[in-house]
């Protein structure tokens, strides 16, 4: 540069300014085109969400209606339906015994949403079970002394019924029956039908046989080993097992939820839940030798199967079905509704009487079964029931019954029974309450009950 | 000679004149688009008339309410449609829901099958 010559400075910053609209108004729209792709994408979203709401609606709609089919229909055996519906949805619906009850799987279908309910179900009760009692001794009278009371219909024997008096107890100064009572010349239990039977006991025999689903490939049976102690962990049970066999006196801890796929423990021995167990679901248990569910455990929809001996201790809470020839409720124990305590057949407990017992102050809200073997029953059959000891539900022994506690339903009995020293006395209630306008109007009964069964949902699981 | 630096150059004519140009070509159908899709609530829709039908077939399952049709006008401005099939021990229940605006385009269809035993009706 020479002097006198003016100076330039160059102005780097200006330049680089120079221009700059075009990218800034790409970059503007690049923006607005990201904002409304987003604005797209989440309305796409909000209406498949829209799109799937509704399909799950339907598939448990189906899912439901599925159940309601099947049950609409006398089932014989362990059927699968598959049914279609006006809105495009479908069902695949299966039912198999569940204890004495019927567990129905429905899967429903629409599109691409599924749903599983399970459900099990019971029988509505027939006229039948519309009275108080039925005392079927035809020979000789019902007899009221001290407290005992009936609020309902009555049905006895042509001797009728009458008040009676006994050393420390009250002589009634009218008929404690507050219903009508008729007299038949031979009354007799509600038959049992014999198809219904098979089909439930045949759950029964097949688990304590562990035959059930032998021959099916895909059941998963495991055969665990047990520790000194003779300690099975129910947590170790994977949810694709079917079957557990346990040999020997089985101590069962933990937990243990099934859902949708039923589990099956087998004991070859006597088999105890141990304090604070919970056992949930589909959970059958079976033991050739005595189960016992000590204090605190808890069971939920389970069955439990003994070919000796069943005993709740107290403070155990069961809702489910207690199925043995023995079966004792400790005072304090719990048994809730839907629940079922039934003598097993005959030729499972043969040379032995059977006995159902509610002690103290035991619950049980279901129903009570003690059924008579093909042939005669023994005498020592018999269903006792202790004075504060309150059933809500249906009492059935085809021979005899000690009544000292309240029923809030029905009962069916042979016959009554006490013994009072030096006295065995027949006929007799001393202080037992029997209220049939208690029952709630939804109670069901299991379906072997009743010839032709009409099926209604007792429990969705 | 002291130079101040030109640090004030704007956009030229041109340049703003391109700019909003463009701007506004693309902003128009944009913000068109966009109003459109925010307006437009068919999901929205779509769920309060699932909702309807939803409420409309547990009453008519609550209350065994099974007269053979029957259409009532809901206060959120949808049409619902009841159509009982009785069978046997089972009825068939179908809810349909359509808009007051467009009565003919059916936005949810519902179907429940329920038992039904003649002593309990």
């Known amino acids: 540069m020479e002097a006198g010559e003016p100076?330039?400075?160059?102005?780097?910053?200006?330049?680089?300014?120079?221009?700059?609209?075009?990218?800034?108004?790409?970059?503007?729209?690049?923006?607005?085109?990201?904002?409304?792709?987003?604005?797209?994408?989440?309305?796409?979203?909000?209406?498949?969400?829209?799109?799937?709401?509704?399909?799950?609606?339907?598939?448990?709609?189906?899912?439901?209606?599925?159940?309601?089919?099947?049950?609409?229909?006398?089932?014989?055996?362990?059927?699968?339906?598959?049914?279609?519906?006006?809105?495009?949805?479908?069902?695949?619906?299966?039912?198999?015994?569940?204890?004495?009850?019927?567990?129905?799987?429905?899967?429903?279908?629409?599109?691409?949403?599924?749903?599983?309910?399970?459900?099990?179900?019971?029988?509505?009760?027939?006229?039948?079970?519309?009275?108080?009692?039925?005392?079927?001794?035809?020979?000789?009278?019902?007899?009221?002394?001290?407290?005992?009371?009936?609020?309902?219909?009555?049905?006895?024997?042509?001797?009728?019924?009458?008040?009676?008096?006994?050393?420390?107890?009250?002589?009634?100064?009218?008929?404690?029956?507050?219903?009508?009572?008729?007299?038949?010349?031979?009354?007799?239990?509600?038959?049992?039908?014999?198809?219904?039977?098979?089909?439930?006991?045949?759950?029964?025999?097949?688990?304590?046989?562990?035959?059930?689903?032998?021959?099916?490939?895909?059941?998963?049976?495991?055969?665990?080993?047990?520790?000194?102690?003779?300690?099975?962990?129910?947590?170790?049970?994977?949810?694709?097992?079917?079957?557990?066999?346990?040999?020997?006196?089985?101590?069962?801890?933990?937990?243990?939820?099934?859902?949708?796929?039923?589990?099956?423990?087998?004991?070859?021995?006597?088999?105890?839940?141990?304090?604070?167990?919970?056992?949930?679901?589909l959970i059958a248990m079976a033991a050739s030798g005595e189960i016992t569910v000590e204090r605190g455990a808890v069971m939920d929809d389970c069955v439990i199967i003994s070919q000796k001996s069943i005993r709740l201790m107290q403070s155990a809470t069961v809702s489910g079905q207690c199925i043995s020839p023995s079966i004792i409720i400790d005072s304090g124990a719990v048994m809730r509704y839907p629940s079922l305590m039934m003598s097993i057949p005959a030729k499972m407990s043969a040379g032995k009487g059977r006995e159902i017992v509610l002690r103290g102050d035991a619950k049980v809200e279901g129903s009570i079964i003690l059924l008579s073997s093909v042939n005669a029953p023994s005498n020592e059959d018999i269903i006792t029931i202790n004075h504060n000891s309150i059933v809500t539900g249906f009492v059935r022994s085809d021979n005899l019954m000690t009544l000292d506690g309240n029923v809030s339903g029905m009962v069916h009995a042979k016959d009554f029974y006490f013994y009072r020293s030096p006295t065995k006395y027949f006929g007799w209630l001393r202080s037992g309450k029997i209220d049939r306008t208690e029952l709630p109007p939804g109670y069901l009964l299991p379906p072997f009950l009743m010839s032709k069964p009409q099926y209604e949902v007792l429990e969705w699981l | 000679m002291k130079e101040h630096p030109n640090m004030d150059k704007g956009y030229t004519l041109i340049e703003t004149l391109v700019a909003m140009a463009i701007f506004v070509s693309v902003l128009i159908p944009l913000g068109a688009t966009i109003g459109n899709f925010i307006l437009d609530r068919s999901a929205e829709t779509m769920q309060k008339a699932l909702h309807c039908a939803e409420t409309g077939m547990s009453r008519i399952v609550a209350e065994q309410d099974f007269m053979a049709s029957r259409i009532e006008n809901d206060k959120d401005g949808f049409i619902v449609q009841n159509q009982v099939d009785e069978s046997g021990n089972t009825a068939d229940i179908t809810v349909s829901v359509s808009s007051v605006r467009r009565p003919e385009k059916v936005l949810v269809t519902l179907h429940k099958t329920v038992l039904v035993y003649s002593n309990a009706k």
Not at chain 1, 59 to 79: C, D, F, H, P, T
Not at chain 1, 144 to 152: D, E, L, P, Q, V
Not at chain 1, 223 to 241: H, N, Y
């Open chain 1, 7 to 281: 100076m330039i400075i160059a102005n780097s910053s200006s330049d680089c300014e120079s221009g700059f609209a075009l990218p800034s108004i790409l970059m503007l729209i690049t923006i607005l085109a990201l904002v409304s792709f987003s604005v797209l994408a989440l309305q796409y979203l909000q209406r498949q969400q829209a799109r799937m709401e509704v399909a799950a609606v339907k598939a448990e709609y189906a899912a439901q209606s599925g159940i309601a089919k099947i049950l609409s229909v006398a089932v014989q055996s362990e059927a699968e339906r598959q049914y279609t519906f006006d809105d495009g949805s479908e069902a695949q619906v299966k039912i198999q015994p569940w204890g004495m009850f019927a567990l129905a799987t429905s899967e429903g279908k629409y599109k691409k949403a599924r749903s599983i309910r399970v459900a099990l179900a019971g029988a509505r009760m027939t006229s039948e079970y519309r009275s108080a009692l039925l005392f079927g001794n035809s020979s000789h009278q019902l007899v009221f002394t001290g407290t005992a009371s009936i609020k309902g219909d009555v049905i006895a024997g042509e001797p009728g019924i009458t008040t009676g008096t006994m050393q420390d107890y009250i002589t009634p100064v009218r008929m404690p029956v507050n219903g009508n009572i008729r007299k038949e010349k031979s009354p007799t239990l509600p038959e049992i039908d014999e198809s219904q039977r098979k089909i439930f006991f045949s759950f029964y025999e097949n688990m304590l046989s562990g035959t059930r689903k032998s021959n099916d490939a895909q059941t998963s049976v495991v055969r665990p080993a047990i520790d000194a102690a003779g300690t099975f962990i129910l947590e170790s049970v994977s949810d694709s097992v079917d079957y557990v066999l346990l040999s020997g006196n089985i101590s069962l801890e933990g937990q243990l939820i099934r859902r949708l796929r039923p589990l099956y423990i087998i004991i070859d021995g006597n088999g105890t839940l141990r304090r604070n167990t919970s056992v949930q679901g």
